[in-house]
């Protein structure tokens, strides 16, 4: 018993586009689904060109695929992970989908025809929507998971872990191109006050306001990281200790000047700072670097805090005298 | 190497069919690409997958290679995973050939194009002559990575019993192209190629 029958209703039901078409790209069948989902009559189109039904294909690239089935007999795909969509058709959930058309997955298979010496090519449209869909929710994922990775919770500034292997690679990029690089270590002045007056939320909210003030006073390729508590650092490259001291003033300055509301009262609050420019003969180590710029802003702190102090070339002990 | 349950007149008659598809695939692609393909007999190796990872560690270390992988499926349980592996410079030689220009397409799916090409022209000329027919997945870049190659075969080839490994040198003029392909075959489906490959040894 023959099943030939059942060929057209299941094609009629199938749930991917089917369309046939000759070595002149002139199309013989097209199925249901691309009837509906492409608004054409497989009456008004047929012996018309692939080409002028669908004005939106990409010619030059389809033609090649198609040579290929044709001369080698062998079948022909496309992904959308590398091309969307072939045809450009509208997909089954407009509403709760970001793409706008179908993302397809199509092959392309060489056809023996029982009633012409043609040969012929079907073009099988897969439905990829959902996958596609998946794949951009996944991305979107791991980026914000690769952000909250090197992402300090609170500050939303780069974590320690991130900004000392920013700050390793930086170093190594400096020493290789002997470029200078400088590295500022600031500490909020009297936190624990702040703490005790405010409560921790209003010692949060000065952390909060300060990190996100001084980040848009920085340029884009300096690396602001949180050091711990309420210590933080910059390294700031291709900057030498002039350049680096000029911006450390210049944040302080603004620091002192930014008034912060809080619970309608108005919170100020002063950094100190210590800055060190990084000596490829003395600074092996990025712990050296760091050490440096620490005991800076230990001298900012004796000194009466709100100011910057720099690191000098052989100092190796902090400053004892108070001043 | 063990010869996994091959008699000699059936690895004999595996290689005979294979050099006939090796020669079908070299006169089309030559028709297709339109210059002169010089194919050496390719050397085929029948072996247990778990050999496959380190035989090719050395061969692709330290460079830029690309693994593609296709499977294919027929009638009589002829069926496994096609993978074709490259150093990405040689990729790049075939790409030209191929007609791509740069920024016309990705280099996913200028590799993915290549292997299926490569890939679908041998196994057909191969089922013509075990008088089968063969369908076949897309293909799908597993890698383009340097370093990683050996284990990703590993993970690849862990669940698959034997390998039929060919390794496939065209030479194209003006061009060289070196790649290797591997044929990934579970266990029964060995066992029907071998009943395919007795019946054909009946007819002589």
Redesign the interface.
């Known amino acids: 018993m023959s099943h030939a029958w059942l060929s057209s209703p299941i094609l009629a039901q199938l749930n991917s586009g089917v369309i046939v078409i000759d070595d002149e790209y002139q199309i013989h069948y097209l199925n249901a689904f691309i009837e509906r989902h492409a608004s054409v009559q497989l009456s008004e189109v047929q012996g018309k060109s692939i080409f002028s039904v669908f004005a939106d294909l990409p010619e030059a690239?389809l033609k090649?695929?198609l040579m290929?089935v044709l001369?080698?007999?062998?079948?022909?795909?496309?992904?959308w992970?590398?091309?969307q969509y072939i045809f450009k058709l509208p997909h089954l959930r407009p509403i709760t989908s970001s793409s706008q058309y179908m993302a397809q997955?199509c092959?392309m298979l060489p056809l023996v025809s029982d009633q012409t010496d043609q040969p012929l090519i079907c073009i099988l449209i897969e439905d990829a929507t959902d996958a596609f869909v998946y794949q951009q929710h996944l991305s979107k994922t791991l980026i914000e998971l690769e952000r909250a990775n090197r992402q300090d919770g609170l500050t939303k500034v780069l974590n320690r872990r991130y900004w000392e292997e920013q700050l390793k690679q930086e170093i190594h990029r400096a020493q290789r191109y002997h470029h200078p690089l400088s590295l500022i270590l600031f500490d909020l002045d009297k936190f624990k006050d702040l703490n005790d007056k405010y409560g921790h939320l209003g010692g949060d909210f000065v952390l909060i306001q300060l990190a996100s003030f001084i980040s848009s006073l920085l340029r884009d390729s300096d690396l602001f990281g949180r050091y711990g508590g309420e210590e933080f650092g910059i390294i700031l490259p291709d900057t030498g200790l002039e350049g680096a001291v000029e911006v450390a003033e210049r944040i302080c300055q603004a620091v002192a000047e930014y008034p912060m509301l809080f619970n309608q009262q108005t919170i100020r609050a002063s950094i100190s700072m210590g800055v060190a420019e990084l000596l490829p003969k003395q600074h092996l180590l990025h712990d050296d670097v760091i050490r440096c710029a620490d005991m800076a802003l230990y001298n900012a702190k004796r000194a009466g805090r709100n100011r910057v102090c720099s690191y000098l070339a052989g100092e190796t002990e902090y400053q004892k005298k108070v001043n | 190497m063990s010869t996994l349950g091959f008699s000699e007149e059936q690895r004999d008659c595996l290689q005979e069919i294979i050099n006939v598809a090796m020669g079908l695939a070299s006169d089309?692609?030559a028709?297709?690409l339109n210059t002169f393909v010089h194919l050496q007999v390719p050397s085929i190796a029948l072996v247990g997958a778990s050999h496959i990872p380190a035989e090719f560690e050395n061969r692709y270390q330290d460079t830029e290679a690309a693994l593609v992988s296709q499977g294919f499926f027929g009638n009589e349980g002829v069926r496994g995973e096609a993978i074709v592996l490259y150093q990405m410079e040689n990729a790049h030689k075939i790409s030209a050939l191929?007609?791509y220009e740069v920024g016309?397409?990705?280099e996913?799916?200028m590799l993915?194009?290549i292997s299926?090409?490569l890939t679908?022209?041998f196994l057909?000329g191969l089922a013509d002559q075990i008088e089968n027919s063969l369908s076949?997945s897309?293909?799908?870049v597993l890698s383009s990575v340097k370093g990683d190659m050996s284990s990703l075969l590993r993970n690849t080839s862990f669940h698959w019993e034997h390998a039929l490994k060919v390794d496939i040198s065209y030479q194209l003029v003006d061009h060289s192209f070196n790649c290797d392909m591997i044929l990934l075959i579970p266990g029964e489906a060995v066992t029907n190629i071998q009943r395919i490959l007795d019946r054909i040894l009946e007819d002589y």
Not at chain 1, 71 to 79: C, E, Q
């Open positions: 690239w090649r695929k290929s001369d080698l007999n062998t079948p022909a795909f496309s992904s992970e590398q091309r997955n092959s | 089309k692609l028709r297709f191929l007609g016309d397409v990705s996913i799916e993915t194009d299926s090409i679908t022209t057909n076949y897309a293909p799908r």
